[in-house]
């Protein structure tokens, strides 16, 4: 039985865009997803969804902020399936605030939770990768990464940071054989929005996104989409 040939990891799958990007690229035939986040249970529904499209998918829980939780993790990943093929940068929160109510908690756990996850997991899985000579490195970023929202202080600050490191890893690895690509969303229904007094249809589907992903892989080799941005239909909410 020949092994996948596309092992996807995907980071914060347990809801939202995460799940939506495993479930995009659970459709590809030969495919393995490594599923991360902390909530296990979160994680065993999109890998339930991920076998239901025929892929195989395990979840490996885990606090993506902690540097030693990571390098364990990674290396059960690549116990379990091999070393990834695709690398999805997502996990991430959204707290709001402007410069002045931002507490330096507040701000080091945005920072943490939006910019140290990706540099954490890229920075443990970039060695072999660069040793195999190929893969594909993918990072949620954010409008947030482009323009300066008003109460938005620290996820700003991250997803600017965000895109400035994949940027770099992308000059970096440009002829190592390792594909760079950052998606700028703008809003998506996902429960980050929770309570908000708009339409679900004036959000982009997180399928949309998940899918952009996918098919930015689906490229010849020849070619790298090195930045993808996505906005709702009647822009910004
Ligand atoms: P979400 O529904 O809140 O999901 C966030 C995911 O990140 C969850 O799976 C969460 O998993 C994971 N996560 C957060 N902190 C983590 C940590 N310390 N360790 C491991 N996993 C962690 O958010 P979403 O709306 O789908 O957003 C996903 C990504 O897209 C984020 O980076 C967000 O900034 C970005 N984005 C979202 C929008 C939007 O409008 N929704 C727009 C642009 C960009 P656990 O709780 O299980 O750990």
């Avoid at 116990?79 to 931002?102: D, I, K, M």
């Avoid at 996820?155 to 890893?169: E, M």
């Amino acid at each position: 039985m020949p092994g996948p040939e596309h092992v996807i990891l995907v980071t914060g799958a347990s809801r939202g865009i995460g799940a939506a990007t495993a479930r995009a690229f659970a459709t590809l035939p030969r495919t393995a997803l490594a599923l991360l986040s902390r909530d296990k249970a979160g994680l065993e529904r999109t890998a339930a969804d991920c076998r239901s499209a025929g892929a195989a998918a395990d979840v490996f829980p885990c606090d993506l902020t902690d540097w030693s939780a990571v390098t364990s993790t990674v290396a059960a990943v690549r116990e379990r399936f091999g070393l990834p093929t695709v690398v999805v940068n997502n996990a991430g929160v959204f707290a709001p605030g402007g410069v002045s109510e931002t507490s330096p908690e507040h701000f080091r756990d945005q920072v943490g939770a939006n910019l140290f996850t990706a540099y954490h997991v890229t920075h443990a899985l970039l060695p072999a990768m660069i040793e195999r000579g190929s893969g594909h490195f993918f990072f949620m970023g954010s409008v947030a990464s482009l323009k300066g929202y008003p109460r938005g202080a620290a996820y700003c600050a991250a997803k600017h940071g965000l895109l400035g490191l994949a940027r770099a890893l992308r000059e970096e690895t440009r002829d190592r054989g390792l594909r760079v690509t950052t998606l700028l969303a703008g809003a998506t229904w996902t429960d980050s929005w929770a309570g908000v007094d708009l339409p679900e249809t004036r959000f982009m589907p997180a399928e949309d996104v998940g899918a952009a992903a996918r098919d930015a892989y689906l490229m010849s080799d020849r070619t790298v989409i090195e930045e993808i941005l996505l906005r709702p239909q009647q822009g910004d909410v």
